[in-house]
């Protein structure tokens, strides 16, 4: 942060707060793509989609997986409300697979299925992103 500008990031979940940060930008997955968000941004209300959240702290870039939920950015404050919120450090391999065997219990062509099923498939993606 060398220009001493930030923003406090905050990410909740319905069990916790995942996370609490100053960092001087982030980027959340917004439903329709990436959106960054710098200090001194216009207020903000967006629909989250599935993708990785990622910010910088202490020189290093930081990245979490979001499953949708909603964003408020106001007065350099950056909230993500979200349904499910897993760091980079603590995507496993069993979490990977525990989600393919959800993916593997999604039978069926009615539209809610084939949504989550796509949702299932995105949270794979961004998993296996992660890891890497």
């Known amino acids: 942060m060398a220009n001493g500008k930030s923003i406090h990031l905050v990410v909740i979940t319905p069990e916790r707060q995942v996370l609490e940060a100053q960092t001087a930008s982030a980027v959340i997955p917004a439903h329709d793509g990436e959106l960054g968000v710098l ?10 989609g599935v993708g990785q959240l990622r910010y910088e702290l202490d020189g290093r870039t930081h990245r979490v997986l979001i499953d949708g939920g909603f964003a408020q950015v106001h007065n350099d404050e950056l909230t993500v409300l979200t349904n ?6 603590a995507v496993t391999d069993d979490l990977i697979a525990a989600e393919r065997t959800v993916l593997d219990g999604l039978t069926g062509t009615d ?7 796509r949702r299932c498939r995105q949270r794979l993606s961004v998993m296996s992103a992660l890891r890497n």
């Open 111 to 117: 539209p809610d299925t084939l949504e989550a099923q």
């Open 84 to 89: 499910r919120a897993i760091p980079s450090d």
């Open 39 to 48: 200090s001194q941004r216009a207020p903000l209300m967006c629909e989250l």
